[in-house]
């Protein structure tokens, strides 16, 4: 399995960005998905995930700003980030689970693959 992670860029606050995540190498339905970010100096975080029934996992840090969505038929998972914020300054990466999310859906270890990574970076 890869991830290939894309849509990151620099923006002002108050903008917004989608980042893009395609899978490749297995049969996307089968996985769920998690986006996580890493500023400088911090460990990584959880941003959003979705299950393979579509449910969703955000933080209260993002809830209401960032939306996380798949579509099946290209492989993909998005993560639509509104209202941003300087503080929304990382590397954002995402990561794969095959199956259902788990009570740990928040956690690194509870995924199996992970992409490279996007840059994010916000401008006050």
């Known amino acids: 399995v890869q991830l290939q992670a894309s849509g990151g860029g620099l923006v002002q606050a108050g903008d917004s960005l989608r980042l893009s995540c395609v899978l490749s190498?297995?049969?996307?339905?089968?996985?769920?998905m998690g986006w996580f970010r890493q500023a400088p100096g911090k460990e990584r975080e959880f941003v959003s995930a979705i299950t393979i029934n579509g449910g969703t996992f955000a933080p209260d840090s993002v809830k209401g700003r960032f939306t996380i969505s798949r579509d099946n038929q290209k492989n993909a998972v998005y993560l639509q980030m509104n209202m941003l914020k300087p503080e929304d300054t990382a590397v954002y990466y995402c990561?794969?689970?095959?199956?259902?999310?788990?009570?740990?859906?928040?956690?690194?270890?509870?995924?199996?693959?992970w992409g490279q990574g996007t840059q994010v970076t916000v401008s006050s």
């Open positions: 190498g297995d049969t996307f339905r089968r996985y769920s």
């Open positions: 990561a794969a689970k095959g199956g259902l999310l788990g009570s740990y859906y928040y956690a690194t270890f509870a995924y199996n693959y």
